[in-house]
T-cell receptor, first 113, second 115 residues
Framework: DQQVKQNSPSLSVQEGRISILNCDYTNSMFDYFLWYKKYPAEGPTFLIS?????DKNEDGRFTVFLNKSAKHLSLHIVPSQPGDSAVYFCAANTGGGADGLTFGKGTHLIIQP | GAGVSQSPSNKVTEKGKDVELRCDPI?????LYWYRQRLGQGLEFLIY????????KSGLPSDRFSAERTGESVSTLTIQRTQQEDSAVYLC?????????????FGPGTRLTVL
């Protein structure tokens, strides 16, 4: 039973355009959400997070939106750059962020020149 | 370096052997986590340490898996009598619990192959 779902295994976006990665969750106890980026043969790198008390958090080109009623979050990357090509994982946890993370299976983002 | 380090980076072992994986967290980080990632899957939570106690072992898949942590430093994950289904990348993360969100920072992982 997957509690965090990323339904798009891959996404192709043209350089300079907006990339939108989606994530759905089922556990209403989740109160902290994160996005990680992963290159091959490396560990995941933290990108951006959002607490359940907010609906938006922005950091440079990256914005995360949280819709609690729909149990949905999304990561927007604007503008997309070639270095953004990687696998993006959505993750969530409870306990104010202290617990182990529950991850989605990831979306492979490909930025085309 | 200032990041989380793990050793070895790669480990190939025969079915039935024991393996030990090591994690050095970021200095000062009180919380330490182990995850594994099987091929084509997301990361799967295994165990969490706060200091050197383990309040959450819920993710350990069987009693062949165990982990220890020395003080608020190094941790070792031990897999006894390895099976082929144990083949995965084992990732360690650490965080400063108490800060907003306790963002977890990951090491590069140990790729374990059980033949």
């Amino acid at each position: 039973d997957q509690q965090v779902k990323q339904n798009s295994p891959s996404l192709s976006v043209q350089e300079g355009r907006i990339s939108i990665l989606n994530c759905d969750y089922t556990n209403s106890m989740f109160d902290y959400f994160l996005w990680y980026k992963k290159y091959p043969a490396e560990g995941p790198t933290f990108l951006i997070s959002i607490s359940s008390i907010k609906d938006k958090n922005e950091d440079g080109r990256f914005t995360v939106f949280l819709n609690k009623s729909a149990k949905h979050l999304s990561l927007h990357i604007v503008p997309s750059q070639p270095g953004d090509s990687a696998v993006y994982f959505c993750a969530a946890n409870t306990g104010g962020g202290a617990d182990g993370l529950t991850f989605g299976k990831g979306t492979h983002l490909i930025i085309q020149p | 370096g200032a990041g989380v380090s793990q050793s070895p980076s790669n480990k190939v072992t025969e079915k039935g052997k024991d393996v030990e994986l090591r994690c050095d967290p970021i200095s000062g980080h009180t919380a330490l986590y182990w995850y594994r990632q099987r091929l084509g899957q997301g990361l799967e939570f295994l165990i969490y340490f706060q200091g050197n106690s383990a309040p959450d072992k819920s993710g350990l898949p069987s009693d062949r898996f165990s982990a220890e942590r020395t003080g608020e430093s190094v941790s070792t994950l031990t897999i006894q009598r390895t099976q082929q289904e144990d083949s995965a990348v084992y990732l360690c993360a650490s965080s400063l619990v108490g800060l907003a969100g306790g963002t977890q920072y990951f090491g590069p992982g140990t790729r374990l192959t059980v033949l």
